[in-house]
């Protein structure tokens, strides 16, 4: 299997890594520091106290790549727009495209069953595809969903640590399983993850979101790590309230939550006192991937005409936060 993966962070890097240790032919779409380190000294995955280096193609465009088997997208959802249209070179006719990404993607509402409700413009989700650009350049037919169950870090350009967790779950867009999500996951099993595949990998997108989307802007907010944001009553609170939104908001969407917002705050105690991505994100002066977590979930209870104030709150004090920071564009 002839692989890319776009963007070598932490998550793109060490599903490259890997996957090269495992003797599968990797590519990968760099830039910048990363890019030269990889290209100089390849790729260090420290992982179980040992340190190992992984041999990969790294290049800067698409271009000098050609069609693949299966294109990984490892970014953060802002940073997909513009360098969508740049993968078409990567994409044949039986090229598999999957995004490793955080949030809400831009297929969310491409369902039957929305379809008959909504109208075909309202389908589109601007917040995390603002012109249509990655539903042009991304064929739906050839996309396939992933949620990401595992932690990861970059210490520096060219290195990746692995923390905890191995879970990758793989499925369709539109349900239903299918031979080429099983050739995926078996790909992804033999360089030792959890490769799960799904019947419903929308219901799993929508669980993670409902448990990270409000963790993330309001660790952002406040500059605190979990357990003093679960410690705090009025705060967690309000998290809990805004989860019961968005519960309520799957529910509409065929995506029902069967975990109570108690239970996922005790998951997350038990992982003690850590900084969320989009903390971490924040502290670096790094733009911050608030429309993927919790944009696009305000702008889907608008488009069904859903009452969410806790979601639009959060929503609109994270973004604000963001703009003044020069961390999320003016105007959006």
């Not at 800067?60 to 693949?68: I, K, R, T």
């Not at 191995?166 to 030792?192: F, K, T």
């Not at 963001?322 to 564009?329: E, N």
């Amino acid at each position: 299997m002839k692989i890319t993966v776009v963007g070598l962070g932490a998550v793109g890097g060490l599903i490259a890594a890997r996957l090269a240790l495992a003797g599968h032919a990797v590519n990968a779409i760099s830039r910048g520091a990363t890019l030269q380190a990889v290209r100089e000294h390849g790729l260090r995955l420290r992982m179980g106290g040992q340190e190992q280096l992984a041999r990969i193609n790294v290049v800067d465009s698409a271009e000098s790549l050609g069609p693949q088997d299966l294109v990984v997208i490892a970014l953060k959802g802002q940073a997909l727009p513009a360098l969508a249209p740049a993968l078409r070179p990567l994409i044949g006719e039986h090229t598999l495209v999957m995004p490793a990404m955080n949030g809400v993607p831009w297929w969310f509402l491409q369902t039957p069953a929305l379809r008959q409700r909504l109208a075909p413009d309202q389908l589109q989700l601007t917040r995390v595809d603002p012109q249509g650009t990655v539903a042009a350049a991304l064929p739906l037919a050839q996309v396939l969903g992933c949620v990401v169950h595992l932690t990861c870090s970059q210490p520096e350009p060219g290195v990746v640590a692995h923390g905890f967790g191995e879970r990758l779950i793989i499925g369709e867009p539109l349900g239903g399983l299918s031979d080429r999500v099983q050739r995926v996951a078996q790909a992804l099993a033999s360089a030792g993850f959890q490769a799960e595949p799904s019947a419903d990998i929308r219901r799993d997108i929508w669980f993670k979101l409902w448990g990270n989307m409000t963790m993330n802007p309001v660790s952002a907010l406040t500059g605190a790590t979990a357990d003093r944001i679960l410690d705090d009553p009025l705060v967690s609170g309000f998290m809990l309230r805004t989860m019961a939104e968005a519960a309520a908001l799957g529910a509409q969407l065929g995506c029902p939550i069967e975990q109570s917002g108690e239970e996922r705050h005790a998951i997350a105690r038990q992982l003690g006192a850590f900084k969320t991505s989009m903390l971490q994100d924040s502290e670096a002066g790094r733009s911050l991937e608030i429309d993927a977590l919790i944009g696009a979930v305000h702008e889907i209870s608008t488009k069904l005409g859903l009452a969410t104030p806790h979601i639009d709150a959060l929503f609109g004090l994270t973004r604000l936060m963001a703009q003044t920071r020069g961390l999320y564009p003016l105007g959006m």
